[in-house]
């Protein structure tokens, strides 16, 4: 399955949450989505944000100076 | 069975709107979390940059309570509208360049518009009279009501009953006689309710929600605003007005000089679209230019930022200029003495 990446590189949170959850509502359950961000402070906040809106985390990994985040759209 | 009904609670992150969105939630209605951003909130941001912040657990409050609640929350980025409201406030602004008032109104706004468009019945803050001197008083409550046009679909669960009734009250939605009566500066009926809800681990935010009722914010706002004849600003801006020591060494241009090795790595994130200094032959912070700089304005920065290096008693420091396209060239000054700082440069 393809997965979409959002570039939220340079942006302070809440910003990387508020484009993750853009991009989200358009795309189908069950697609991937994967937030590349420089502000470490989104390696809590999108999964924060992914647990209470139902959707599910598949991975959080630093790499050098980039947090990736890659989440599972939930259905609702 | 009757229809459940679905309101959207206004979340600053705070602990009143934690409350409200709770007591409501307790009378068995579905409730969702709005956030707004308008690019001042003090959430997230300033963890990423001071490194000394950044040791400190970081969570976005707004977050934290939508998960304390079990419910969802929307954040809505208002960057862009935001800018009208703080422009030309009708109200007027705070003890700083807080638009509160007004604030409050658009949110409410925005909130109602969401309801409109997403199905909800109703809207939900954590406002109490007499809480906040500008915006939360008997006589702004149905102000912000009207001005937003939410009028009788916006209950305030804290203190509806010193209210009149709204539309949820009237129709059963909610019981009024479960709702309260808060009201002035105290905040220990919302210490006790939180308590009885098992809460402990709330923000206390010292001010409000935003850097605009920080006075020193607010004074390098104004500065900004000056400098460029005319109310605007963006994005980049206003972040950089939460970094830095910021030097107005002319009405063309101002230095900003990182305090701390954290800020330094910030602001190298903009030396694509400022021109910056740093010191070579002695360690030192490094510096951003906003404006226009002849020359001897450079030169002037540059003996600036050597009397804030490591080399302020040397005889000359040298200095590296960094344009946009990342031309670089040096220039060797001798630092300013301490007496030759004048005061006002400092914002
Ligand atoms: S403190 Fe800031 S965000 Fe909160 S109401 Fe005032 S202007 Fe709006």
Redesign the pocket.
Same mark, same amino acid.
């Given at each position: 399955m393809s997965r979409m990446v959002v570039d939220c590189r340079r942006m302070l949170c809440p910003m990387p949450v508020i484009k993750v959850q853009n991009q989200a509502v358009k795309m189908a359950p069950g697609e991937e989505l994967e937030a590349v961000c420089t502000d470490p402070g989104a390696l809590n906040d999108i999964p924060a944000w992914s647990r209470i809106n139902g959707h599910e985390v598949l991975e959080t990994r630093t790499e050098g100076a980039e947090y990736i985040v890659v989440i599972r759209v939930g259905d609702s | 069975m009757t229809q459940q009904r679905k309101a959207v609670a206004l979340i @600053?992150g705070g602990l009143d709107s934690l409350l409200a969105a709770r007591v409501v939630q307790e009378q068995g209605v579905h409730v969702e979390g709005i956030n707004f951003y =308008?690019g001042?909130?003090v959430e997230g941001h300033t963890h990423a940059i001071r490194k000394k912040d950044r040791a400190k657990p970081k969570r976005n409050n707004a977050l934290w309570v939508a998960e304390q609640l079990g419910m969802k929350l929307h954040i809505v980025d208002i960057i862009e509208e935001y800018k009208q409201v703080l422009f030309n406030p009708k109200h007027g602004y705070?003890a700083n360049l807080?638009? +509160?008032l007004d604030?409050?109104i658009f949110m409410v706004k925005k909130a109602h518009e969401w309801i409109q468009e997403n199905g909800f019945d109703f809207i939900i803050t954590g406002e109490v009279i007499g809480q906040r001197p500008m @915006?939360q008083r008997k006589d702004t409550m149905p102000v912000i009501a009207r001005d937003s046009g939410a009028t009788n679909l916006l209950l305030r669960p804290l203190c509806a009953r010193n209210l009149p009734e709204t539309l949820p009250e009237q129709e059963g939605w909610v019981d009024r006689e479960q709702l309260f009566d808060f009201s002035g500066r105290t905040r220990k009926p919302q210490m006790a309710l939180a308590e009885k809800f098992g809460f402990d681990d709330y923000a206390q935010p010292a001010g409000?929600? +935003?850097f605009? =009722?920080d006075a020193q914010y607010s004074v390098k706002l104004a500065d900004l605003w000056r400098a460029r004849g005319e109310k605007s600003y963006e994005m980049d801006d206003i972040m950089l007005l939460k970094v830095g020591r910021h030097l107005r060494l002319s009405p063309d241009f101002k230095l900003i000089i990182s305090r701390e090795e954290g800020e330094g790595n910030f602001m190298q994130g903009y030396r694509n679209q400022y021109v910056s200094l740093k010191t070579t032959s002695h360690p030192g912070p490094m510096a951003l230019v906003d404006g226009v700089v002849s020359e001897q304005d450079l030169q002037l920065a540059a003996r600036v930022l050597a009397r804030y290096s490591k080399g302020k008693t040397a005889e000359s420091v040298e200095v590296e200029i960094r344009d946009m396209d990342a031309n670089t060239r040096c220039l060797k000054v001798a630092p300013m003495g301490p007496l030759e700082i004048i005061p006002e440069w400092i914002l």
């Amino acid at each position: 399955m393809s997965r979409m990446v959002v570039d939220c590189r340079r942006m302070l949170c809440p910003m990387p949450v508020i484009k993750v959850q853009n991009q989200a509502v358009k795309m189908a359950p069950g697609e991937e989505l994967e937030a590349v961000c420089t502000d470490p402070g989104a390696l809590n906040d999108i999964p924060a944000w992914s647990r209470i809106n139902g959707h599910e985390v598949l991975e959080t990994r630093t790499e050098g100076a980039e947090y990736i985040v890659v989440i599972r759209v939930g259905d609702s | 069975m009757t229809q459940q009904r679905k309101a959207v609670a206004l979340i @600053s992150g705070g602990l009143d709107s934690l409350l409200a969105a709770r007591v409501v939630q307790e009378q068995g209605v579905h409730v969702e979390g709005i956030n707004f951003y =308008t690019g001042f909130c003090v959430e997230g941001h300033t963890h990423a940059i001071r490194k000394k912040d950044r040791a400190k657990p970081k969570r976005n409050n707004a977050l934290w309570v939508a998960e304390q609640l079990g419910m969802k929350l929307h954040i809505v980025d208002i960057i862009e509208e935001y800018k009208q409201v703080l422009f030309n406030p009708k109200h007027g602004y705070g003890a700083n360049l807080n638009p +509160c008032l007004d604030c409050k109104i658009f949110m409410v706004k925005k909130a109602h518009e969401w309801i409109q468009e997403n199905g909800f019945d109703f809207i939900i803050t954590g406002e109490v009279i007499g809480q906040r001197p500008m @915006s939360q008083r008997k006589d702004t409550m149905p102000v912000i009501a009207r001005d937003s046009g939410a009028t009788n679909l916006l209950l305030r669960p804290l203190c509806a009953r010193n209210l009149p009734e709204t539309l949820p009250e009237q129709e059963g939605w909610v019981d009024r006689e479960q709702l309260f009566d808060f009201s002035g500066r105290t905040r220990k009926p919302q210490m006790a309710l939180a308590e009885k809800f098992g809460f402990d681990d709330y923000a206390q935010p010292a001010g409000g929600c +935003c850097f605009l =009722t920080d006075a020193q914010y607010s004074v390098k706002l104004a500065d900004l605003w000056r400098a460029r004849g005319e109310k605007s600003y963006e994005m980049d801006d206003i972040m950089l007005l939460k970094v830095g020591r910021h030097l107005r060494l002319s009405p063309d241009f101002k230095l900003i000089i990182s305090r701390e090795e954290g800020e330094g790595n910030f602001m190298q994130g903009y030396r694509n679209q400022y021109v910056s200094l740093k010191t070579t032959s002695h360690p030192g912070p490094m510096a951003l230019v906003d404006g226009v700089v002849s020359e001897q304005d450079l030169q002037l920065a540059a003996r600036v930022l050597a009397r804030y290096s490591k080399g302020k008693t040397a005889e000359s420091v040298e200095v590296e200029i960094r344009d946009m396209d990342a031309n670089t060239r040096c220039l060797k000054v001798a630092p300013m003495g301490p007496l030759e700082i004048i005061p006002e440069w400092i914002l």
